[in-house]
DNA sequence: TGATATTAGTTGCATAACTAACTATATGAT
DNA sequence: ATCATATAGTTAGTTATGCAACTAATATCA
């Protein structure tokens, strides 16, 4: 009876807290393992950064689903590590331009080699058209959810 | 060429950084717009309890996935507002059995359809089918890792 | 031009995560 | 019985998240 009840919220259970906290703690580990003293939450910003060098903050927060503040203390951080560095925006003094350092590029083959490895360890056993349809699903949840906001708002 | 590099961490992203933040986020907002001051962490331990109660730590580490200090900072705090308590096994005074309070009781039907809710507006549009190969998916993730993490050891 | 609103980013506070090191209790081998 | 080991839980330190309140710079428009 009970279980009736609980079905759906084991799902959000199984979404949440399992596989993707295990494949971020493997990636984790992963880089630990070869000497690289960076948070996968701060390779996530760099990973972004790779792709488009010099975002602002604000972009940043945009392509990582971050809010502001918390974006703040990553680039903080990531500037302590001497891997980031912000300029100021030329046409808009209120923009930082987050940019990377030579560090940093240097950091980008290893830590991407270590990043589809983890992935090829998670993935094994599971078809390309699932990958495809599991990232479907979680584009429509999440499309569900901030259009909903909007209404809301 | 650098997007074939990226393919596989793009789906590491989207899978952690995006619907499961979003889900959780949104079940936060539906607790607090309904009065209610837990956390959805809080929330998922209490779950696990309400299934069945008097765990022990060690136990809730497990059905959460989450390691000993987390439990215990969480277990403080449930407690701190008077929703669980701790008793020592009878058997074993190692062991705290995590006992559920009246006033957790009675947090459990509101907070269940909550999630329900939750749940069913993040999933609009999404077949059971899809569901099934969702968690399908994260099962094998999950045991790839967790075997793997074993044979390491 | 000058008051008002908006936008980008920062700071403070609370909760939560992981790691490593710790205490206390229980188990097991000699 | 004793000493080593394993187990349950706690504590400390660092990083990260969400929210709310804040500053500074820019845009709007009367």
């Known amino acids: 009876m009970i279980n009736n009840h609980f079905r759906r919220g084991e799902l959000y259970s199984v ?3 399992m596989a993707s906290t295990a494949v ?9 393992n070869a ?3 960076i948070t996968i939450e701060q ?3 760099l990973y972004h950064l790779w792709k488009e060098d010099g975002l602002s903050q604000q972009e940043l927060c945009v392509r990582t689903f971050r809010d502001k503040p918390s974006i703040t203390r990553l680039i903080d951080n990531l500037e ?6 912000r300029v100021a925006s030329p046409t808009d003094r209120r923009i930082n331009l987050v940019q ?10 290893i830590t991407i080699d270590l990043a589809n490895q983890t992935m090829a360890e998670a993935l094994v056993g599971v078809e390309k058209h699932e990958i495809e349809m599991v990232k479907s699903v979680f584009q429509r949840v999440y499309d569900n959810l901030t259009m909903a906001t909007l209404e809301v708002l």
Do not use: M
């Open 15 to 17: 979404i949440n807290g």
């Open 24 to 32: 971020a703690r493997r990636l984790q580990k992963n880089f630990r």
């Open 35 to 37: 000497g690289l003293d």
């Open 43 to 45: 390779w996530s910003v």
């Open 80 to 85: 302590k590590q001497s891997l980031v560095k």
């Open 100 to 109: 990377l350092t030579d560090t940093a590029l240097e950091l980008q083959h």
